[in-house]
């Protein structure tokens, strides 16, 4: 006789798994949340000593919402096991198709939301930052996304187009339109500076001496106390004007000239529109630069340096060009970060922005502008809205800051993502060179970052 198959006894291994492995990821839960949120120390008021308190119900809180995203993500994988494979083409499909909408939506939200009733001078400055951030990220996507080569030290180029504006308004007394091409004529020689020494490494050494790069720029910056200020920075920067009207209360100001009552929105409002016109500028010269002879050679050279050799292609011209216009756009982006703060310092120029400007790129999507849209709105403005999360306080106590949790939050939503979309928010994109018809490549076919 024929044995019947019993579903119950396949289903069994399944679960013991999925149950071994919620135990073990709830057990390094507890182990990273017992000193992080379960303990707290406190001073004594009375006895002036200092003594622990235990906070169990955000441990429980927090290692409950661990166990619960684990048991999903299970379930999720066992779906995917049992639905039938797409072909990438059909996956990529939705994301084309996101991408060609969700653009426009974006770019008319952009424009619309300083004359917003609820816009204030917060919610101005956050939109400065998020945009400031979204224009490197495109920078950095020119040299990682396209050429495959990993630069960790992407935030020199910050640096000195910040410095190099700065610098110029003080000793020379230039303005902000005629340091802003400076800026970016400065940083794509020290692009070009960085690319000789690098041509033959790749891959980890490659991002050891990028990372270097980034630190000597930092501690030079930190020590040339005569010329860069030192720790102390540079302050009173000039601001920009608008054509020569300063955002001032004056007779000359742009209020009086326009016959306007003075708002300190105004400068603000034209900071933002300022830094939202260069993020689209660079977003229009990187897209026309994709179809292009040279970004065509970029996206070879992520592919197969060697293949590249073997077709005629001067690599070594094509690695400068990718370091030389990426820097490009981030002294562009220093220059309005300087204009904007009227004081930079070294601190301000450190690995973690590095380490945010590339999280931003791998988490949108190594070939995708859209993508970086929304991982920059999530990365630098989901930070910003933990100083809102004020009901957090009711539940782990009046001390609690949530910001102060940014880093070890930002960890997990990466972890996160990376399971979640393995290759970022944006996994497709539409290629430069077709042939009768565009088909999106998916991101099977796509090999990223492998410089």
Known sequence: MSQQHDPSSSQTPVI?????????????????????????????????????????????????????????????????????????SQAATPDRNFGKYVGPVLLVAAILLPFMPFTDRYILDISIL????????????????????????????YAVGAYSYALLAQYYDFGFWMCLPLAGIFAAT??????????????????????AFGEII????????????????????????????????????????????????QRM???????????????????????????????????????????GLNTINTKLSAFAIGAMFGGFAGSFFAAKQAFISPESFNFMESATILAIVVLGGMSSQIGVVFSSIAMVGGIEALRQLQFLKSIFGNEFDPSQLRLLLFGLAMIIVML????????????T??????????SSMISQGRG
Not at 130 to 157: E, H, K, S
Not at 223 to 235: H, V
Not at 420 to 431: L, Q
Request: hydrophobic content about 50%.
């Open 130 to 157: 998020i945009i400031t951030y979204v224009m490197l990220g495109w920078g950095l996507q020119i040299v990682v996304g396209l050429a495959g080569l990993l630069d960790l030290g992407y935030v020199a180029f």
């Open 433 to 442: 060179v077709f042939f009768k018809e565009k088909k999106a490549v998916g």
């Open 218 to 265: 930092r501690v030079v910056l930190l020590n040339w106390r005569d010329f860069t200020g030192g720790s102390n920075g540079l302050s009173n920067i000039p601001r920009p004007s608008f054509f020569g009207i300063p955002f001032s209360q004056g007779p000359d100001g742009f209020a009086a000239t326009f016959g306007l009552e003075y708002s300190s929105l």
């Open 16 to 88: 013991a798994g999925i149950v071994k492995r919620g135990a073990i990821t709830l057990l390094l839960a507890a182990i990273i949340f017992a000193p992080t949120i379960l303990l707290k120390t406190q001073v004594s008021q009375i006895s002036n000593t200092l003594f622990i308190r235990y906070r169990w119900e955000g441990f429980a809180i927090a290692c409950a919402l661990v166990l619960i995203w684990r048991i999903i993500h299970e379930i999720r994988i066992l779906r995917k096991a049992r639905a039938h494979h797409k072909t990438a």
């Open 190 to 211: 020290w692009g070009v500076i960085l690319g000789f020494p690098v041509l033959r490494l790749r891959g980890d050494y490659l991002a050891i001496v990028t990372l």
């Open 420 to 431: 979640w979309r393995p290759r970022g928010f944006v996994s497709s994109r539409t290629p």
């Open 269 to 311: 409002g034209f900071l933002y529109f300022l830094i939202l016109a260069l993020a689209l500028l660079t977003f229009y010269i990187s897209s026309r630069l994709r179809k292009l002879p040279m970004g065509r050679a970029w996206e070879a050279l992520r592919e197969d340096e060697i293949a590249c050799r073997s077709l």
